[in-house]
């Protein structure tokens, strides 16, 4: 387990003046590099061939570091480089979807904005629950095996595989009929079966409230929401019922953007409140809490009931609607706060006060 102390020791021979931000080319790096930019950091992007395309078009990146695959970030030689360069890395969904929390907290030998010990929390689903629940926070109910089920139900893999290969359920026998469909489709593979989490389906609207934990200011911030395009299940009602039943569509679930959301006044107070308890608990589970952005993934019902249904606590990639602006942040900050410029002025922040020490890990 790499420690705050070892993170420490690497921070104190960083050059104060020179220091950079950087991430993996993907997800929500142009939101970070822009951020960065904007609050005068240089960056650094670890990219693949195929996809530097984006960070050439955009200029925002100063030092490309093209790689064969994600994982190259375990290797000494680029972890050693990027400790030349006095990069601070900012996680984002790509980290925990292409590396493992092990590889995460025992094998990253470089800054990052972000708490190493909640990701055991959050890595798994029962801890994540335990959480939330702490929290005071409503959670859909879960099934233990597929045989509990009774009453409509969605079946996730485990990992942040943004809902490919979920679906839906309300029977033990509607389960194994939609599982050898996904499995014969490619979707599955046999070993998925006992891996797979059952959850409660939440009927409602989805709803993600971005929040910032600043340690700096010792504060919870509401920064924007936004709510998932999603393939297929956003085209469904697109098709009439006659034709869904005629093709036996499945409701899958793969993210392919985002769209803004301005949520009803009288939610804000809730889901103010939401934000503020999970930093609270995370503070006791694994001190100092949340550093930074999170999200909570949320349900809202047609009598206003709030189910969280998941948390990243790191950036996600909904908050790149708010590039440029979004309501909550023009509300806090006025014009040109969005969540990749507010992790850099963090930073800076940070740097001008010495307390970089308290916010990377
Ligand atoms: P990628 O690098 O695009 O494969 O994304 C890494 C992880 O973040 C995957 O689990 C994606 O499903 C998730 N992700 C990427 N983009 C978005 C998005 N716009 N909204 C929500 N999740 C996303
Ligand atoms: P996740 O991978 O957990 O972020 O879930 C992917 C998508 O599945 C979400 O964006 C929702 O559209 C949907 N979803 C997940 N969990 C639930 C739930 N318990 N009730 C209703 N919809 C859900």
């Known amino acids: ?37 904007e609050e005068g950091f240089r960056t650094v992007c670890i990219c693949k ?4 395309i984006v960070y050439e078009k955009f200029p925002l990146v100063d030092k490309l570091l093209i790689v064969e695959d994600f994982s190259e970030l375990l290797n000494n030689s680029l972890q050693e480089k990027l400790r030349q360069l006095n990069v601070v890395l900012i996680p984002h969904g ?19 904005f972000g708490n190493r010990e909640l990701l055991k929390w959050e890595a798994n689903r029962d801890s994540q629950a335990e959480w939330l629940r702490k929290a005071g926070l409503r959670l859909p109910k879960t099934f233990k095996n597929p045989e509990e089920i009774n009453g409509l139900t969605i ?31 490619g979707l599955l593979t046999k ?15 989805t709803v993600y409230p971005h929040y910032f934990s600043s340690l700096v200011y010792n504060d919870v911030e509401l920064l924007g929401v936004d709510r998932r395009y999603e393939s297929a299940v956003d085209a469904i009602g ?37 934000g503020e308890a999970v930093n ?3 503070r006791e589970l694994a001190p100092p809490g949340i550093i930074g952005p999170f999200c909570l993934e949320t ?23 708010g590039i440029g602006t979004s309501p909550y942040a023009y509300l806090k900050y006025g014009e040109n706060m969005y969540m990749g410029r507010r992790i850099a002025k963090e930073i800076r922040e940070a740097l001008e006060t010495e307390q970089l020490g308290k916010i990377l890990a």
């Open 238 to 274: 697109r098709i009439p019922a006659n034709e869904q039943l005629e093709i036996q569509v499945n409701p899958t679930y793969t993210v392919v953007g985002n769209i803004p959301l301005t949520l009803r006044e009288s939610l804000l107070p809730k889901l103010i409140r939401m």
């Open 299 to 321: 349900v809202i019902t047609d009598d206003l009931e709030i189910y969280t249904f998941e948390i990243s606590a790191r950036i996600v990639a909904g908050t790149n609607v």
């Open 280 to 282: 609270k608990k995370a």
């Open 155 to 185: 079946a996730k893999l485990p990992g942040a595989k943004g809902g490919r290969g979920y679906f839906l359920a309300s029977s033990p026998e509607a389960f194994d009929k939609k599982f050898k469909e996904m499995h014969n489709r």
């Open 94 to 112: 790509s980290f925990t979807a292409y590396l493992s929390t092990e590889q995460l907290t025992e094998s990253l030998y470089v800054p990052m």
């Open 49 to 52: 061939e195929k996809d530097r």
């Open 191 to 205: 070993e998925d079966r006992s891996r797979i989490h059952l959850q409660e389906y939440a009927l409602g609207v």
């Open 1 to 37: 387990m790499i420690t705050r102390t070892d993170i420490g020791s690497i921070v104190d021979n960083y050059d104060p003046k020179e220091l950079a931000i950087g991430t993996l080319g993907s997800h929500s790096a142009l939101n970070i590099f822009k951020g960065a930019r």
